[in-house]
């Protein structure tokens, strides 16, 4: 099996004033300028649209380009702007490069940003990624507490000419830069007229990055991406991809092993069998994801925090990560992934430690449990074993009857969750979209963050310390400032962390390299191909 590739994550945007040093990844010198075609499993994706996307991530990456790029040892580069500038954090002036075009030849510019952005941002229309637009002024505008917004524009968002538009934020972010990378999509471009017809748009969403969409997006039919001849970045290395849906990650997995698909993630439930599987075919990218058990806190049932802790400290997470996950991942010890710069390793304690004499006690002291438990996580994703094995954990330990309950797919389960309708426990993770600890901790604990109803937890005082971190901007004050963050959360410990996580791939005997960034995701466009392939 290949090392884990760990992600040096030591970018902060220090200085406030950035210079452009190109876009993207360097393609391998070994690969050609466009090669042949790659298949890639992924799950049916519904949402293509940048903003609303929720899994069609690894789509949306090669349909569109972003303002900067991350790589894999987190340095920050310029792929769509030209230049990104603040005096004081808040205000950041963005230019763009000329000459780019989008896929039905019309240019990008600063308008395109800015009309996107609203109709992102636009309540009314429930974009799934709006969140990511939180911090520009006037995004409260557009999502009012109560009754329909009296305007459709953020007032934050000014454009100075074709290629300049200006973003003021609620308060200094020297972090901004970072915000505007691949993995926040909701920052895509989108083409005059294509809030229009948003239906339209997502059936055959036009972006601007290194591949077009061929035919229109057909739910269970594979979504074919080929290399767009204008495109101004750095050139794929190969000339079409095919995302191919499956239902059933172990089919997936199945598929590549026969050589019928090039690359798909790896199951947790083949992680044990993987090396005998593929040999050194198997990529593990350490990676700023986590995963929590979230806890349907509305229930008075989990309202005493000793419950929680009891709970927390019931789950055995090292014989969990050998047996499930092949030893691939890490037992969360903090509130943010360790690669994310400052976060404060052993802040859980005891807590995050499996003690089952220790946890009967403290959840008999908190009064017990009534009635029964229902675990619930989304079906068909290879999560099965993981989650029968927590509640085993629970059952045994806590003598409360617990049993797993998978969703009939990962749409369901997450129509479930977001309507704060999760019968129990639930399936509760992310994968932060920039190196640092601000994207994990707003994703979770600032409402609106991102990843709505996946703890869920929001207090006033939390939101406070992540926008006093958000504010410095020195590199180790601001990480030390998320660090406080995390000192809060523990003291009401919302809800268990489980792992920190590794994303794992295996691939057929065509692909030679695959080449990932800050976000643990493939970069897909630079895959290199075996000779001959």
């Known amino acids: ?43 049916d994706p519904g949402q293509l649209i940048p903003g609303r996307q929720t899994v069609a991530y690894d789509f949306a990456m090669a349909v569109w380009a972003p303002l900067t790029y991350i790589d894999d040892e987190s340095t920050l580069t310029y792929v769509q702007a030209e230049s990104i500038e603040s005096d004081d954090a808040t205000t950041w ?36 990624n709006s969140g990511q637009l939180a911090n520009v002024v006037g995004y409260t505008d557009l999502n009012p507490a109560e ?21 003021e934020l609620v308060g200094p972010d020297s972090q901004f830069p970072m915000q505007v990378s691949q993995a926040q999509t909701a920052m895509f471009p989108m083409p005059e007229g294509a809030a229009d017809d948003l239906e339209a748009y997502n059936t055959h969403p036009v972006g601007n990055g290194a591949f077009a969409l061929t035919e229109d997006y057909a739910e ?15 050139a794929p290395t190969v000339s079409e991809i095919s995302f191919v849906p499956y239902t059933d990650t172990a089919t997936a997995y199945t598929d ?29 990218f350490e990676a700023p994801g986590i995963s ?81 438990m229902e675990i619930y996580y989304p079906g068909g994703v290879g999560l099965d074993e993981l989650y029968k094995a927590i509640a085993n954990n629970i059952r045994q330990n806590l003598g409360i009857e617990a049993v797993a309950t998978p969703s009939t797919d990962w749409a369901e389960f997450y129509e479930t969750r977001l309507a704060g309708e999760a019968p129990g426990p639930f399936f509760s993770r992310w994968g932060a979209l920039y190196p640092s600890q601000q994207n994990t901790l707003r994703v979770f604990f600032v409402e ?86």
């Open 93 to 128: 002036t963005i230019t763009l490069k000329d000459g780019w075009t989008f896929h039905d030849g019309t240019p990008v510019t600063a308008q395109s940003y800015v009309d996107a952005w609203n109709t992102v941002a636009y309540g009314p229309n429930a974009f799934e």
């Open 1 to 43: 099996m290949r090392p884990t590739l760990r992600i040096t994550a030591g970018v902060i945007a220090a200085a406030l004033t950035l210079t452009a040093c190109g876009g993207g990844e360097t393609a391998s010198t070994d690969a050609p300028t466009t090669g042949g075609a790659i298949s890639v499993g992924v799950t």
């Open 448 to 533: 609106n963050g991102g990843c709505t109803n996946c703890i869920p937890w929001y207090d006033p005082e939390v939101a406070d310390l992540i926008a006093e971190a958000d504010a410095t901007v020195d590199a180790d004050g601001a990480a030390e400032g998320y660090a406080k963050v995390q000192e809060r959360i523990q003291e009401e410990f919302p809800a268990p962390p489980l792992f920190w996580e590794a994303y794992s791939y295996v691939v057929s005997e065509r692909v030679a390299e695959l080449k990932t960034s800050a976000a643990g995701n493939p970069d897909f466009a630079q895959t290199v191909l075996a000779e001959g392939a």
């Open 220 to 234: 269970g039919e594979p979504l074919v991406v080929t290399a767009y001849e204008d495109y101004q970045g750095e």
């Open 147 to 167: 009754g329909e917004p009296e305007t459709t524009e953020m007032s934050g968002l000014t454009v100075v000419d074709d290629l300049t538009f200006t973003v």
């Open 292 to 372: 929590f058990l979230g806890l349907p806190l509305q229930d008075e049932r989990y309202q005493d925090v000793r419950v929680r802790q009891a709970l927390s400290m019931a789950i055995d997470r090292e014989t969990i990560n050998d047996v499930i996950y092949g030893g691939l991942y890490t037992p969360a010890t903090a509130w943010t992934p360790a690669i994310e710069p400052g976060t404060p390793e052993g802040i859980c304690g005891e807590y995050c430690e499996y003690d089952p004499d220790a946890a009967k006690a403290l959840l008999d002291e908190a009064g017990g449990f009534d009635g029964d």
């Open 256 to 284: 590549v092993l026969a050589g019928n698909l090039d690359i798909a993630s790896l199951p947790a439930d083949k992680m044990t069998q993987a090396a005998t599987d593929f040999g050194d075919r198997v990529y593990s």
